[in-house]
């Protein structure tokens, strides 16, 4: 599968696709966006079959990318990890469609819970 | 509802999950006007962009950790303790890594919630009045923070109000 990191901090790009791995999740194609403006783009042009995007970013943040998406017809699986976590910021995660909502710090197990019915 | 403070537990706990590896803490003494300079400083914010907290971490512990978050070489980490400056990399990751501790701040329903503004990386000036609460006596944790396989340093973490 094509995967698309989005956070506009490299080291959480590389943290990400570690624990991916950690998890048990190798051999995908993985993709990265250091902002929402890059994310969206990316995901328009490469179509990853998911996104996992951190909230806070330049140019566009998380959610925004993920409303932009859907007003454009993209259902891809997307979902947030990020190190911020309100009712109003996951209530708003689900009602723009998002298939999970990961808090930093997080471990390679709770990858495994979250993304195995969706990685296979 | 004023913030509490993290346990040291808390603080240990989330060391060890953000950096994947075994952390020990203790106590320790806080942190002196001399040691500023040499001190990484995050300052965090209600909703209102007022100051609500500041942690310092030393420079040990800001390379060491910064070091152990992106897996690179403990050597690396110790060249800039000697040099007394973060390389640019290094910063970056303790400034991730201050991004990820808001979380110790946040743990407790019905609080305002509170959000990284800044980190000052030694060679930068420190903001007067993050600098006065990160001195002061009051709501305060100072902790040795000791990662596994890299070193240890001083985390510093003091509540404005």
Known sequence: ?120 | MPHNLPTAHAVRSMFEDLLGREVTVDSANPVSADDLPKTVVAIYVDESTRLAAVAGLDLPLAAYAGAALGLLPVGGAEDCIEIGELSSVLAENVKELCNVLTGLLNREEGNPRLSLYQVVVPGEPVPRDAAAHLLALGRRIDLRVDVSRYGAGRFSLALAA
């Open chain 1, 1 to 120: 599968m094509k995967i698309l990191i989005a956070d506009d901090s490299r080291v959480m790009r590389q943290i990400v696709s570690r624990t991916l791995r950690q998890a048990g999740f190798e051999g995908h194609d993985l993709l990265e966006a250091a902002d929402g403006r890059q994310a969206y783009d990316k995901a328009m042009e490469e179509k990853p079959d998911l996104i996992i995007s951190d909230w806070n970013m330049p140019e566009m943040t998380g959610v925004e990318v993920l409303r932009k998406l859907r007003a454009s017809g993209n259902d891809v699986t997307f979902g947030f990890v990020t190190s911020e976590c309100t009712k109003e910021m996951q209530e708003q995660a689900e009602e723009a469609g998002a298939a999970f909502f990961i808090i930093k710090p997080f471990t390679p197990e709770r990858f495994a819970e979250v993304f195995a019915p969706i990685l296979g």
